[in-house]
């Protein structure tokens, strides 16, 4: 079986990434919630490296970077509070870059994401960070309903195996698999690799 014709074929949308040098970096919840305990990701140690080597050329390149930290109060998973809900070492702010800090899976919900963006004269985005099925999905969607060209690098994504409605369990590189599939049918250009996206 062939894969199908997406909707962004049919819509005429790009195939291709947007460069980085035109575009905004959203590092979405990249918080050592994913990285141990019970919300730890499948490759999520990889995938943070490869948030690490985008943020840096994003750095690098002097293009808009905005980390997003999902907050579910004190003493949850999510306590950005506390060490378990703080941004990961190996992509942790850098001064003057901005924090969102965000209480629903998508990034734009009641949060000034948009406005920021808007403000910069931003039309590009590049989305990545944790979980690709959750936050990730929900971002891009929200992005592109705004009118962003959204662009994921799959490998700076993770997720984690889920329960599915027959009582099996969807692996998680089943799951990751598919959200990124389905982002790719119209919300996004979807690449395998950060390399991928040129400067």
């Not at 019970?38 to 002097?62: F, T």
């Not at 702010?93 to 949060?111: D, I, Q, R, W």
Request: proline share 8%.
């Amino acid at each position: 079986m062939t894969a199908s014709t997406t909707l962004r074929q049919l819509s005429g949308l790009p195939a291709a990434p947007s460069r980085l040098s035109e575009s905004a970096l959203i590092l979405v919840d990249a918080q050592n919630t994913y990285r141990t305990g019970v919300m730890q990701l499948s490759g999520v140690e990889p995938a943070l490296d490869a948030c690490a080597s985008l943020l840096a050329r994003a750095r690098a390149l002097k293009v808009p970077v905005i980390h997003i930290q999902h907050d579910a109060g004190p003493g949850s998973p999510y306590d950005i509070r506390a060490e378990i809900g703080a941004i990961a070492d190996k992509v942790a702010p850098a001064e003057g870059e901005p924090v969102v800090v965000k209480n629903y899976p998508n990034s734009f919900l009641n949060t000034d994401l948009d406005a920021r963006l808007k403000a910069l004269g931003v039309k590009n985005v590049v989305v990545a960070g944790f979980m690709t099925h959750m936050c990730i999905n929900s971002t891009g969607r929200g992005a592109f309903n705004l009118g962003y060209a959204v662009t994921v690098p799959a490998n700076a994504t993770a997720t984690r195996p889920l329960a599915a409605p027959d009582g099996s369990t969807v692996p998680a590189a089943a799951l990751q698999a598919a959200a990124l599939a389905a982002l790719g049918d119209l919300f996004a250009v979807v690449v395998p690799d950060v390399a991928d996206i040129p400067d």
